[in-house]
């Protein structure tokens, strides 16, 4: 076919203007566009890789474009993201199980290293020694407990914490390691004593004390005086002035105690006053002093006084003076039929037997007025006579009662007189032995001054003791007279009481035996 017979799509339709040479289309030109068609829809041009879809295959297509989609996704997913978590948790969980073989492993390793250890223990034992100054101490370490020195044995080996305790010193602590290859020696350990300080002080003068405490401490010394370092614990300190001590006083050391103490002796003021002045003040033998009496510093207790001025009736009272007391006693004394006869000796009067009895026994001075000689051992003008035989003293009873008749002292219808036995028992009265002078309670090596005893009842002095009396009764069939009352060398086994009797022959006299007189009815 010729080429000018050929159909060119797109052509008009009318008469074409020719316009240049007709040429054959360029097969790699795209088509011609037609100006009048939709802008959607593009004619197919041979040669091209889209083609037009049918309408029916078009959402097939679609929906199976989208499952490739997915598909594409889930492989990217399962290779990119999946399968890289599952290798890192597989990881991990591998970490764990070999953490958990290694933990079972070293739990394993350890209770075989415990048995081994306990066995060890089993089979070996460890020795420990040690002491402590002071010893006595309590030793604790481990299990384990004793007193220094101590020795433990069958010690498990091991390092132990040692602990030593004892009152009054410092805890001691040591880490001490015990092995089975050797013994452990520790020595001795001086234990570090706990202490405190001690103050003394008084408001009183001279005052001297005793301190005594744990274990056999003991201190003596004067106050004030200060004691440092003192071991802690209870002690007892006993303060004296004088004749006076107080009764022990607790004091408390703790550590690191700072203690003042003031001794204080608790005296008291006693004022005694009679009418008339100048009566002799005793407690039991002891004399006071004389009225008007003032005592600044007494120890507080309970008196038994007695005032005492012949010729007046003597006077007993109990006087209660309390610690820092001040007591007063005013006493009125009263006359009966007491008298002072002319020789010097006081009388008293007896009214449960109607006679006089001499207050003291024949004293030296009284006797030498009227004999005019002392037959005594022991000389003393207010001494009791001695070394006087039975006779003799009859002798100078003679000559008294003519000397107090003389001198208008001799009652009428009176004469002295030894006295009965009867008489002495009646004025012996209650005279307390354990005043009197004798060797019962301490040691005498003479006679003592008359009215060395406690008074009676009656104001009598020393129906016991210092001399043997004469009595006027016999004391047996061979003409001896009896003798009452001890000497100032009576022991309990020679005096058992003042029921004892002795007996001497009338000529007999030695430095034991004097006399009393007695005035009684003619």
């Not at 399968?83 to 079972?104: G, M, S, T, V």
């Not at 030296?364 to 037959?375: H, L, S």
């Not at 000497?487 to 035996?513: C, M, V």
């Amino acid at each position: 076919m010729s080429r000018a017979g050929k159909f060119i799509p797109g052509g008009g339709g009318g008469k074409a203007k020719r316009t240049g040479p007709i040429r054959a289309p360029d097969p790699t030109a795209p088509p011609p566009t037609d100006p009048s068609a939709p802008p959607s829809k593009k004619p197919f041009v041979k040669g091209s890789l889209i083609k037009p879809v049918a309408k029916g295959l078009r959402l097939p297509i679609v929906i199976m474009s989208a499952v490739v989609c997915c598909l594409l996704v889930s492989v990217a997913w399962y290779t990119l993201a999946y399968l890289p978590a599952q290798r890192q948790i597989a990881y991990f969980k591998q970490q764990i199980a070999d953490q958990q073989a290694a933990a079972l492993k070293a739990q394993q390793d350890a209770e075989k290293a415990h048995q081994a250890e306990l066995l060890r223990q089993q089979t070996e034992r460890g020795i420990l020694t040690v002491d402590s100054i002071p010893s006595g101490a309590t030793v604790t370490m481990g299990d384990s407990r004793g007193t220094t020195p101590v020795k433990f044995t069958n010690i498990i080996p091991g390092t132990f914490t040692l602990v030593i305790q004892t009152d009054g010193y410092e805890e001691y602590k040591q880490d001490v390691t015990v092995t089975a290859e050797k013994p452990t020696d520790l020595g001795t350990i001086t234990l570090v004593q706990k202490t405190g300080n001690l103050a003394l002080t008084s408001p009183q003068s001279n005052v001297r004390y005793t301190l005594t405490g744990p274990g056999d401490y003991s201190h003596e010394g004067q106050v004030p005086d200060k004691l440092d370092k003192l071991p802690v614990g209870s002690y007892l300190i006993t303060a004296v002035q004088g004749d006076w001590k107080l009764s022990p006083l607790p004091i408390i050391i703790r550590d690191h105690d700072n203690v003042q103490k003031d001794i204080k002796f608790p005296y008291a003021k006693v004022s005694i006053i009679s009418i008339p002045p100048g009566a002799t003040v005793r407690e039991g033998r002891i004399v006071l002093g004389q009225t008007p009496l003032t005592l600044p510093q007494v120890h507080p207790r309970d008196f038994h006084v007695t005032v005492d001025l012949p010729p007046y009736t003597l006077q007993h009272f109990d006087l209660h003076v309390p610690d820092f007391g001040n007591v007063s006693k005013q006493v009125t004394l009263q006359q009966d039929k007491d008298f002072i006869a002319a020789c010097g000796m006081p009388m008293v009067w007896i009214p449960e037997g109607g006679y006089w009895v001499a207050k003291y026994e024949f004293r030296q001075g009284d006797f030498e007025k009227i004999a005019g000689y002392n037959p005594s051992f022991f000389r003393g003008s207010n001494r009791p006579v001695e070394t006087i035989s039975w006779e003799s003293a009859q002798a100078f009873i003679d000559k008294l009662n003519k000397y107090e008749s003389k001198e208008g002292k001799l009652p009428s219808g009176f004469h002295y007189s030894l006295p009965k036995e009867s008489q002495w028992d009646q004025f012996n009265a209650d005279a307390n032995m354990d005043t009197a002078a004798t060797s019962r309670i301490t040691p005498l090596i003479s006679t003592q001054d008359a009215g060395y005893s406690e008074p009676n009842k009656y104001g009598i002095y020393d129906t016991i003791g210092n001399v043997w009396e004469w009595c006027l009764d016999e004391y047996d069939d061979k003409g001896d007279h009896t003798l009452r009352g001890g000497t100032w060398l009576s022991l309990p086994e020679n005096f058992p009481g003042p029921g004892t009797r002795q007996g001497g022959p009338p000529k007999y006299a030695d430095k034991f035996i004097g006399f009393r007189v007695v005035l009684v009815p003619n």
